[in-house]
């Protein structure tokens, strides 16, 4: 019996080692805040139980989450990284061992990061305002602007309700998916304004790649700059990011050329999606510079069209929600990505959540149900 009952003693002491040390690991205090002052559960009024016990249930294999980061009032206060499948758009890459130098597939969450080079570019002057027609930017393909197709704004590309019939409700290997059907064409520009028009622009919203592919053509024609190079050089280098990629369509025709995937093709680190959180939380500054006007951060993260009914809607190629939050209903917003890629920003609370997972093309999101059910209940 005493040999049974120190085998067992030692067991225990095992096993409290063990999960002692794990939750050590998931809670401690980043190394190398990499620009970020780090803080804590306490001092955030975040319960930290909950988050631990997730990062468990990672680690086992219960979901395929490859980061979580935890910001309160611009102090890192939780990151960790998981190993789990993973793919490179469009391909399967198998099981990955992610790490905060991991590049992670961003897919439409890109769409956030075009929505605010447009901001830049209308704060320079190179593009005039929301309401300019869409054409005064094209004029190449003047022979579109005909009835409603003609009042296309910058607006209506922003709040995808330009009018277009545009199909991306079917599954991304679907060759009915207008997004895919585009990535086809020689002349993506030509391809997205021939498409029919089923609404008046500005009225009906329909979650649409090509309304964003035109942003970033729109602001390569108007600054002389591809979408990419823009980007480089007025967001991602005041913000210090430099290690990306982003997705370059090799040319079709000799006369086309490379095109930049504007709807999904950047390629980031989840500590750099952080700071692309946290610039909108500081009204589009960062460390006393203004990179995006203040009123273009209080437009883009603003409710500005229904997407359902009315429990969800669309700011500037943004989601917004209002879940229920420390007891009461919560403004939040969400740079969103296929596969579970989340930038989730609660302005109220100046908390952002960044998740990256390997979900790709699956029905509901493993991501949103882990915010609504394990992140917000934990936000005192």
Same mark, same amino acid.
């Given at each position: ?32 805040? *990499? ?50 499948? !993973?793919?490179?758009?469009? !391909?399967?890459?198998? $099981?990955? #061992?992610?790490?905060? *130098? ?48 003609? #009042? ?17 409700? @079917? ?5 009915? %998916? ?24 500005? &009225? $009906? ?22 979408? *990419? ?13 430099? %290690? ?59 409710? =500005? ?24 209903? @919560? ?9 579970? =890629? ?29 915010? &609504? ?8």
């Amino acid at each position: 019996m005493q040999r049974i009952r120190i085998a067992k003693s030692a067991c225990m002491i095992c096993l409290l080692f063990i999960l002692t040390n794990c939750s050590k690991n998931d809670i401690q205090t980043p190394k190398r805040p *990499d620009g970020f002052e780090t803080g804590s559960f306490k001092e955030a009024g975040i319960d930290e139980a909950p988050i631990i016990k997730l990062a468990n249930e990672i680690q086992s294999g219960k979901y395929n989450i490859h980061s979580v980061l935890i910001l309160k009032d611009n102090k890192l206060i939780y990151e960790n990284y998981f190993t789990g499948d !993973d793919a490179v758009f469009p !391909d399967p890459v198998g $099981v990955m #061992n992610h790490n905060r *130098d991991s590049l992670h597939d961003c897919r439409s969450l890109t769409k956030s990061l075009v929505s605010a080079c447009v901001g830049i570019a209308i704060e320079q002057g190179r593009i005039h305002g929301l309401d300019d027609k869409i054409f005064n930017y094209f004029p190449a393909y003047t022979k579109y602007a005909t009835s409603k197709r003609a #009042n296309i704004t910058i607006r209506d590309l922003l709040t995808m309700s330009a009018g277009f019939k545009w199909n991306e409700n @079917t599954p991304y290997t679907d060759t009915l %998916n207008d997004e895919i059907n585009m990535s086809t064409k020689p002349d993506v520009v030509d391809y997205v304004l021939s498409k029919p028009m089923v609404h008046t622009p500005g &009225t $009906v919203w329909n979650y649409s790649g090509g309304c964003t592919q035109l942003l970033a053509e729109l602001i390569k024609n108007a600054t002389g700059l591809r979408i *990419d190079s823009f980007a480089k050089t007025y967001l991602f280098k005041p913000l210090g990011i430099t %290690n990306y990629n982003w997705y370059v369509r090799p040319s079709l025709t000799p006369k086309e050329g490379e095109v930049v995937w504007a709807p999904s093709g950047l390629r980031m680190r989840p500590i750099d999606l952080a700071k692309i959180g946290t610039l909108y939380l500081n009204k589009g500054s960062c460390n006393g510079n203004a990179i995006l006007s203040e009123k273009w951060v209080e437009q883009s993260l603003h409710w =500005q069209i229904n997407t359902d009914g009315l429990s969800e809607g669309y700011g500037f190629q943004f989601w917004c929600t209002q879940p229920f939050i420390a007891k009461e209903y @919560t403004n939040v917003t969400m740079a969103d990505g296929n596969g579970g =890629q989340r930038i989730c920003m609660i302005p109220s609370k100046s908390i952002v959540i960044v998740l990256t997972a390997g979900n790709y093309d699956e029905a509901g999101s493993i991501s949103d149900d882990l915010l &609504t059910n394990v992140f917000f209940p934990a936000i005192h």
